[in-house]
């Protein structure tokens, strides 16, 4: 498999929402090397706090208080330092803080939802949020999404460029899920799937989930620039 | 060799809580010198506006440098979502022409990533200067599109605002790009 046959179509009709976003014609390819350049310098400052969710308001928010880390790596397994990455997620009740959110679950006053941190020396990222709730969506007839928080990751290459979701171990909403499962190999589905990692579990404190995380790389060897 | 990537989800439809931050469309502050508004929609396969689409805007420097060694006045890169008309704008410069890996010179043009609900993967298109003509026709990647579908990769300058729609599907159906 290459690495496009690895990745979600465009059109995946059981998710209603590709059927008329999907690009009908096939993409352009441009020659190798064309897209290997740098990623994009992000514009925001990222300030102390903005990867502990539970800090954001006067108050904790409530919900079972998770620790999600794991590293952000190339697809050689090197370590990618100083990357960027963004995250949101429903509330613990399966709400978003946003007015399209139609879900009547409760908004939680001390919660919301986003987070953001730069990976470590050895490309490791760690938040600290509360577990999110299932929340029903129009999809199909009883349509829940499972638990899910999502991802958003620059890398170092404009191809680098990742927007996805984790998911939490043993969720049975996940086989019935049409975004997780227009992966089309169970090995990929696999991977965004965080595992329930003891270790960095904090006693009387909080569960801890670990999610590897694997950028594409350039594409072509690099070639010599001109001074 | 390739490791086993991370595969890609849909942004879904509640980016908004994490993703736009303020000022995110003004990749340049208004007012600055060579500053242009581009402004555009982002429209379905039924013609219908995207209300929830996000795209992100990243070129190179004034030398067509993507590292942007000695540009300190922007990063190059700007952030905006779509509002209930499906409707999007952000306010730039127009960037150097970047070089292509085998040498031959790119027109000047922005890399535009597109996300919304209803899209597994991003999307990525580039948005081409009407006032290039030249170096637009010799543009190595243009040129690697069928002409009849080239329009949709070239803004159209109205009344001094660039305009640049994109289609995701159906009748002239922007250009995206494999990456």
């Known amino acids: 498999m290459n690495e496009d046959e690895r990745e979600p179509p465009y059109l995946y009709p059981d998710y209603v929402g590709t059927r008329l976003r999907a690009p009908a014609k096939p993409l352009v390819s441009l020659p190798e090397g064309f897209h290997d350049f740098p990623a994009p310098l992000f514009p925001r400052t990222i300030a102390e706090l903005d990867h502990d969710l539970t800090r954001q308001h006067s108050g904790e928010p409530l919900g079972e208080r998770i620790i999600v880390t794991g590293r952000v790596l190339d697809s050689d397994g090197r370590p990618l330092r100083n990357t960027i990455v963004e995250v949101w997620q429903a509330n613990a009740a399966g709400r978003y803080l946003d007015h399209d959110d139609q879900h009547p679950a409760p908004l939680d006053p001390n919660f919301s939802g986003a987070g953001r941190c730069l990976t470590d020396d050895e490309g490791r990222y760690r938040f600290i949020t509360i577990k999110p709730g299932a929340y029903p969506w129009k999809n199909h007839r009883n349509a829940w999404r499972p638990a899910h928080i999502h991802f958003s990751l620059f890398g170092s290459e404009f191809r680098s460029r990742l927007v996805t979701q984790m998911y939490f171990p043993g969720d049975p909403l996940m086989p019935r899920d049409p975004i997780l499962q227009s992966i089309p190999d169970q090995a990929g589905r696999e991977r965004l799937v965080s595992q329930f990692d003891p270790e960095t579990t904090v006693p009387e404190w909080a569960l801890a989930y670990r999610w590897d995380i694997v950028l594409r790389g350039r594409a072509a060897t690099p070639f010599e620039d001109e001074p | ?179």
Not at chain 2, 100 to 126: E, K, S
Request: hydrophobic share 35%; charged share 20%; with cysteine.
């Open chain 2, 1 to 179: 060799m390739s490791g086993p990537l991370t595969p890609s989800q849909t942004v879904g439809p509640f980016f908004g809580v994490g993703l736009p931050f303020e000022k995110g469309e003004q990749i340049v502050a208004p007012g600055s010198a060579g500053v242009m508004r581009i402004e555009g929609q982002v429209l379905d396969g039924n013609g219908q506006p995207v209300p929830d689409a996000l795209l992100e805007i990243w070129q190179p420097d004034g030398r067509g440098r993507y590292d942007r060694a000695g540009d300190g006045e922007t990063t190059g890169f700007g952030r905006s979502r779509t509002d209930s008309e499906g409707a999007f704008s952000f306010l730039t410069v127009k960037p150097g022409a970047a070089k292509a890996p085998d040498g031959r010179t790119q027109a000047p043009h922005l890399n535009v990533t597109v996300f919304a609900r209803g899209l597994l993967r991003h999307l990525v298109t580039r948005m081409y200067f009407p006032d290039e003509t030249e170096a637009n026709a010799t543009d190595p990647a243009l040129n690697l599109v069928e002409p009849a579908r080239q329009e949709t990769l070239i803004a159209k300058n109205c009344g001094g605002v660039l305009h640049f729609d994109i289609r995701l599907q159906g009748e002239r159906e922007t250009v995206f790009f494999a990456i």
